[in-house]
């Protein structure tokens, strides 16, 4: 029987602060999860605790059954960070060749995985650009074409599709669901509603807790809603 | 293999900046070529051995200086060794000064008070001036010259380090990269040597032009400076990128100067050091620099090799170690493993 990919039951405070509030989540390989919340509601602290590169004040994240922090691990999985972390003197070839190698990304294998994730998020003729002179959909598409690197199995996506186009967040997204029939689990972060229809499971947070977890169609059946939108406000997610 | 591509990435960022490689490299020599036209002596508290000297001169001089007498079978030059700033010695008829020598400003301070104190009204002395270390055509800034090479280096690879390495963490790559499995001690290695092979140039740069246009005096081997200064950087890289976790933004890392970087100058020899008041005297021995200038002016004035300056550069060694190992400690704040 197959391990869950992730399992967290996480509590994070900063001070006396309450950032995450007894969040337990399991997620499967094969599927794309949307976390759906207000800002501030804590979904980046998740996926940092997630990808571990922030610890849980109590509680643990087990990722492939292995207790985060591990660096074996974080060979495993994909991490997009909200703010695009991009050496903007650097071109995005030298970029994708820092971090293609620091993910462990053979030599001999560099130069065509460059090309691959490069063309899956259209940037295939902007390699020899320096990532300053890059728009903010630009270097949005370059942090996932790092994220996507070394063929992650898991991947964590801090709000990837923020400034991208929408017939560009089309080709991304099939992209995902492509990754995903080939067993990748996908967390993303989203506050786009259409975003979330396509997500197999979606977890909406509010306040730092988990309000409900379920498929759309299961959340929209439990509130009696007719899109996710609605579902949300009547979890009580709404913005206040 | 993480390492390499932490150099690389390092070595290519300086490439594309083009301006920050300039200051590292045209802003010292500016500044070296501006003290070194700007610069004349001053005055000290002298320390003298006499002997065979004439009871009457030697009342005269303690006037102005202390005077201590020497056994006449001791040698010469290991009494100068030992902290005294001259000898003098009037056997047998000859009038002899030897003086130590590496600073200027006390040779002549001492040259004039023997001279004044031993003349007669309107007589002209025949005084036979020998140095251990130096001559008499050096300027001030030939004895300044070496600590303020080395307190340059220091400031410019103290700075740029620092602020790269925090800007890795205020525009968020410092946390993406310790999200991709490099270990803590391969980063802040790959930001030695990357750095490390940068100071390398830039330190020849500035020794060269310091030696060769500005005509620093120079009488050691050239290597022993490159050595020195090459240590010294990076101390200062080291201290550098560690001093960086405590700062927030490079306002306040620029902060940490007056703080950590100005008051080397006070120990690093640029005032005499005799001087300093027991409060503070301890901190000399606790900064980098103290022992880049020493060792700097061992090799540039005094003309000694490796024998006089090994531990100081192993001292320096030992702080760059010291600060790696507390920046990969400190990195901690960001990832456990």
């Given amino acids: 029987m197959p391990k869950d990919a992730i399992e967290a039951n996480v509590t994070k405070n900063y001070g006396k602060t309450t950032i995450l509030d007894h969040v337990n989540l399991s997620l499967k390989r094969g599927e794309i999860f949307g976390l759906l919340g207000p800002s501030g509601s804590g979904k980046t602290t998740l996926v940092k605790l997630l990808c571990g590169i922030e610890e849980a004040s109590d509680g643990e994240v087990k990722v492939l059954d292995t207790k985060m922090p591990n660096l ?9 960070a909200q703010a695009d972390a991009l050496y903007g003197e650097l071109t995005a070839y030298e970029n994708l060749k820092f971090f293609a190698t620091l993910s ?36 949005r598409r370059l942090s996932l074409a790092i994220a996507l690197l070394h063929n992650p199995d898991i991947l964590l996506l801090d709000e990837p599709t923020v400034g991208i186009d929408p017939s560009l967040r089309q080709k991304i997204w099939w992209t995902f669901e492509k990754l995903r029939s080939n067993g990748v689990l996908i967390l993303v972060t989203t506050h786009v509603m259409d975003e979330a229809e396509r997500c197999s499971r979606l977890g909406m947070i509010r306040n ?33 | 293999m993480r390492i390499f591509a932490v150099v690389i990435r390092i070595l290519r960022q300086f490439i594309s900046d083009k301006r ?8 010292p ?31 005269q001089m303690e006037k102005h200086a202390s005077v201590k007498p020497i056994a006449s079978d001791e040698a010469i030059e290991s009494t100068l060794k030992k902290d005294y700033d001259a000898v003098i010695d009037f056997g047998n008829g000859a009038k002899k000064l030897y003086l130590e020598g590496s600073d200027p400003s006390i040779n002549r301070a001492v040259i004039n008070m023997v001279q004044s104190s031993s003349m007669g009204k309107n007589q002209e002395m025949d005084l036979e001036v020998s140095y251990l270390f130096g001559s008499n055509n050096m300027s001030s800034f030939d004895h300044f010259g070496p600590v303020l090479v080395g307190f340059f280096i220091f400031f410019f690879v103290f700075l740029i380090a620092g602020v790269s390495f925090l800007r890795e963490r205020t525009q968020g790559t410092l946390e993406r990269v310790l999200a991709t499995p490099i270990k803590r001690w391969e980063l802040v290695t790959g930001y030695v040597i990357g750095f490390g092979l940068f100071t390398m140039l830039q ?9 060769y246009v500005i005509d620093l005096m120079m009488e050691g081997a050239f290597l022993f400076v490159l050595l020195i200064t090459l240590m010294l950087a990076l101390s200062a890289l080291t201290l550098g990128t560690l001093l960086s976790s405590f700062a927030k933004n490079e306002l306040q890392m620029i902060q940490f ?39 700097l002016r061992s090799v540039m004035i005094k003309g000694q090799g490796l024998t006089d300056i090994w531990i100081d550069l192993l001292v320096l ?21």
């Fill in chain 1, 208 to 240: 730092g807790q988990l309000i409900a977890v379920g498929t759309p169609d299961e959340l929209k059946k439990q509130t009696d809603s007719v899109t996710i939108e609605e579902a949300f406000l009547s979890f009580g997610g709404g913005v206040e």
């Fill in chain 2, 29 to 59: 020599i500016i500044i070296l070529t501006m003290l070194s036209l700007v610069f004349n002596g001053e005055d000290l508290e002298l320390k003298l051995g006499v002997r065979n000297t004439p009871e009457s001169i030697v009342e």
């Fill in chain 2, 203 to 211: 330190s020849a740069i500035i020794a060269l032009y310091s030696i």
């Fill in chain 2, 257 to 295: 100067i007056p703080l950590v970087v100005v008051p080397q100058i006070f120990f690093s020899g640029l005032f005499n050091l005799d001087t300093i008041s027991n409060y503070l005297s301890w901190i000399g021995p606790l900064t980098p620099l103290y022992y880049g200038a020493d060792a």
């Fill in chain 2, 20 to 27: 920050t490689m300039a200051l590292m490299i045209v802003a």
């Fill in chain 1, 72 to 80: 074996s691990m974080m060979k495993k999985v994909g991490y997009m």
């Fill in chain 1, 104 to 139: 462990g990304v053979h030599r001999r294998d560099q130069k065509e995985r460059i090309i691959e994730v490069m063309q899956l998020v259209n940037l295939e003729n902007e390699l020899q650009k320096k990532v300053e002179d890059f728009s903010g959909g630009m270097k």
């Fill in chain 2, 317 to 337: 060694l030992g702080f760059s170690i010291v600060f790696m190992i507390l920046n990969i400690y400190a990195l901690k704040k960001h990832r456990r493993i």
